[in-house]
């Protein structure tokens, strides 16, 4: 008796312990199978729109939930000026995010399509903000500037970025802007060169995406 007991009570082990090893073999193989598929589907582009310029002979490609508007006719600095907002069409575009895709005509040097800083246009920047921005005491060391020669779309280009401390808030504006990061990737094309700029609060998504746009520039003349 105590023998069928013992074999009884081993048959409900071996039995336990297979149903248990056919869990875990199935609970990893599903986990797998949804790493896979995430995997899978973070290597998929996401859904974007084109833009296409067929005077200046360009196009670049932005995301599907952005907004572009075309302000050419709202200012008279560049021939062409686009507006780019992290937002969909009709949503509020909010003043924390401001990018700027312009073309400049007759460019004999890139680098001359960037308003880069120098010792006396910084010393100006810091004055005009102390005199403006209450509480403000900003110093030279608050910038720090980056300026770099490079390529995009196979053209060369320049690029620079300005990251600016502000003693009043970790997001703040200064004489109406948001400020704490901004960057300008001015791009040569014979004579003309299309430059994008972003100013925000700091690096985040947006800026992130904002630099997939650029990489998706082609010329097509």
Same mark, same amino acid.
Request: proline residues 5%.
């Given at each position: 008796?105590?023998?069928?007991?013992?074999?009884?009570?081993?048959?409900?082990?071996? $039995?336990?312990?297979?149903?248990?090893?056919? !869990?875990?073999?199935?609970? $990893?193989?599903?986990?797998?199978?949804?790493?896979?598929? !995430?995997?899978? @589907?973070? %290597?998929?582009?996401?859904?974007?729109?084109?833009?296409?310029? =067929?005077?200046?002979?360009?196009?670049?490609? &932005?995301?599907?939930?952005?907004?572009? &508007?075309?302000?050419?006719?709202?200012?008279?600095?560049? +021939?062409?000026?686009?507006?780019?907002? +992290?937002?969909?069409?009709?949503?509020?575009?909010? =003043?924390?995010?401001?990018?700027?895709? *312009?073309?400049?005509?007759?460019?004999? =040097?890139? %680098?001359?399509?960037?308003? %880069?800083?120098?010792?006396?246009?910084?010393?100006?920047?810091? %004055?005009?903000?102390?005199?403006? @921005?209450?509480?403000?005491?900003?110093?030279?060391?608050?910038? *720090?500037?980056?300026?770099?020669?490079?390529?995009?779309?196979?053209?060369?280009?320049?690029?620079? $970025?300005?990251?600016?401390?502000? @003693?009043?808030?970790?997001?703040?504006?200064?004489?109406?802007?948001?400020?704490? &990061?901004?960057?300008?990737?001015?791009? *040569?094309?014979?004579?003309? *060169?299309?430059?994008?700029?972003?100013?925000? &609060?700091?690096?985040?998504?947006?800026?992130?995406?904002? !630099?997939? $746009?650029?990489?998706?520039?082609?010329?097509?003349?």
């Amino acid at each position: 008796m105590k023998r069928l007991i013992l074999l009884i009570l081993l048959l409900f082990i071996s $039995i336990g312990l297979f149903l248990f090893k056919r !869990d875990i073999l199935l609970l $990893i193989t599903s986990f797998r199978g949804a790493n896979e598929a !995430d995997l899978e @589907s973070s %290597k998929k582009p996401l859904p974007t729109k084109t833009y296409k310029n =067929d005077k200046y002979g360009f196009t670049f490609e &932005y995301p599907n939930d952005w907004t572009l &508007y075309d302000n050419t006719k709202n200012q008279n600095t560049h +021939p062409l000026e686009l507006h780019l907002y +992290p937002v969909p069409e009709g949503s509020p575009t909010g =003043d924390a995010f401001y990018s700027e895709v *312009a073309v400049i005509e007759n460019v004999t =040097d890139v %680098k001359t399509t960037i308003p %880069k800083f120098t010792k006396e246009n910084l010393a100006d920047f810091i %004055k005009l903000v102390n005199d403006n @921005s209450p509480g403000e005491s900003m110093k030279e060391s608050d910038i *720090a500037v980056t300026f770099n020669n490079t390529t995009v779309a196979g053209k060369p280009a320049v690029e620079q $970025i300005e990251r600016i401390k502000c @003693s009043t808030s970790p997001t703040c504006h200064l004489l109406g802007w948001p400020t704490g &990061y901004e960057k300008w990737v001015a791009v *040569a094309n014979k004579n003309n *060169a299309v430059r994008f700029y972003v100013t925000t &609060y700091f690096e985040n998504d947006n800026t992130v995406k904002l !630099d997939k $746009i650029i990489n998706t520039l082609k010329f097509t003349k």
